[in-house]
């Protein structure tokens, strides 16, 4: 099982002698080779995955609606104070109410 990017290449157990035999453990190479499989198959996977991006229409982008509705809203509003307004009672202002006020 090699690795052909890999820097921890296969050993030839031939060529050891008996004393490094005895102390040779493949099973933590073998981690290795699978984290350095796992995190270049992620970077991949990262690297070719299509960015975020917001889909973009020409046009208002669905504002229109909005601001038709905002209109409306300050419509309905002046209306509505306007009829307010014609409730109040209506005082007449004279010249001579200062006049009165002194009395």
Same mark, same amino acid.
């Given at each position: 099982?090699?690795?052909? =990017?890999?820097?921890? @290449?296969?050993?030839?157990? !031939? ?12 099973? $933590?190479?073998? %981690?290795?080779? +699978? ?6 198959? @992620?970077? +991949?996977? /990262?690297? =070719? ?12 982008? %669905? *504002? ?5 509705? @905002? $209109? /409306? ?5 002046? $209306?509505?104070?306007?009829? +307010?307004?014609? *409730? !109040? ?12 006020? $002194?009395?």
């Amino acid at each position: 099982m090699s690795a052909p =990017s890999l820097r921890t @290449q296969p050993v030839d157990r !031939r060529r050891l002698t008996m004393k490094e035999r005895s102390s040779y453990r493949p099973g $933590q190479r073998l %981690g290795a080779i +699978a984290k350095a499989k796992a995190f270049k198959r @992620q970077y +991949a996977t /990262e690297q =070719s995955r299509k960015p975020f991006a917001t889909e973009q229409r020409p046009g208002t982008g %669905g *504002f229109t609606a909005g601001i038709q509705r @905002q $209109q /409306e809203r300050l419509r309905i509003k002046g $209306q509505e104070e306007r009829r +307010a307004k014609s *409730f !109040r009672p209506e005082n007449a202002i004279r010249r001579d109410i200062y006049k009165e006020l $002194q009395n």
